[in-house]
């Protein structure tokens, strides 16, 4: 439950951040009867995450056996892409948000496009609920009983709780808690989690006999911290730590870290290149 309470956190920071920078431009341009616009294209990005998700349940009726695990592993493999995605956009605009969203709003206003703004607000919030809704697809096919749907369902509402109250506080003491640090410091979870989707979905092509696990185990860690306690298992949830890794998992790890390491070198050399 720690990965859907720390994603829908995240995301729901995300698309609040959106709501609110608009929401903050269009009343400074003493619009507010455009403030309709905002929230219809709230709505209308809600409407189409929840497609998305009605979408996915429904192909899920057309598969059985190991069709349903091959689709999981999709899903798995597209959640971990899909942050990754996230964390770079964020790194390449999240700090031109603000004067990205003045300017388009000034934009519509002068020009009397308002609806220009709920579409601009529609496909942040359907960005923001489609990563989302991918990856509590994934976590909700192992939820077996009525006790672990009431579980699912009652993180989900605590992580949007938390999301409010952690806007709250992110906007009232932007002189102590800059948004900056809080993107930095949540890019590095998102990143670990990503690479626990990652080894969930070796793990599952290991099962299913796809790729071979090689030396396995390749080392012995339970001593320290077992990953079948409430400790272990909440840190192997959210950062892939693995305390019996197959020498395969050690593989796309590094592998997954590389590969991170040579996006974000990649990015500030063209960072460094447009602005020369």
Avoid: C
Wanted: proline fraction near 1%; hydrophobic fraction near 55%; charge should be neutral.
């Amino acid at each position: 439950m720690e990965q859907i309470i720390f994603v829908v956190w995240r995301e729901s920071i995300e698309a609040l951040l959106v709501v609110g920078i608009l929401y903050s431009w269009l009343k400074q341009f003493g619009a507010d009867g455009t403030l309709r616009y905002l929230w219809f294209g709230v709505t209308g990005g809600v409407v189409a995450a929840l497609a998305l998700a009605g979408a996915l349940l429904g192909m899920q009726q057309f598969l059985s056996g190991n069709g349903q695990e091959i689709f999981m592993l999709v899903m798995m493999l597209t959640a971990m892409v899909l942050i990754v995605h996230m964390v770079l956009w964020m790194r390449e605009h999240g700090r031109h948000l603000h004067s990205h969203f003045r300017d388009q709003t000034r934009k519509a206003i002068n020009n009397q496009t308002f609806w220009s703004i709920s579409i601009l607000v529609a496909v942040a919030i359907a960005r923001e609920g489609s990563e989302t809704v991918i990856f509590l697809y994934g976590m909700s096919y192992a939820q077996q009983s009525m006790q672990d749907w009431v579980s699912f369902t009652g993180a989900v509402a605590l992580a949007l709780a938390l999301a409010g109250l952690t806007y709250y506080l992110l906007q009232a003491g932007r002189y102590w808690l800059s948004w900056k640090h809080f993107f930095r410091v949540t890019e590095i979870m998102l990143l670990l989690l990503a690479s626990a989707l990652l080894l969930s979905a070796i793990d599952k092509m290991i099962g299913l006999g796809w790729i071979p696990a090689g030396v396995d185990p390749l080392w012995d860690t339970s001593a320290v911290l077992s990953d079948s306690s409430r400790l272990g298992g909440v840190i192997s949830a959210l950062t892939g730590y693995r305390a019996y890794p197959a020498l395969t998992d050690v593989v796309a790890w590094v592998g997954f870290w590389a590969v991170i390491v040579g996006l974000f070198k990649y990015q500030s050399r063209q960072s460094v290149g447009a602005t020369a």
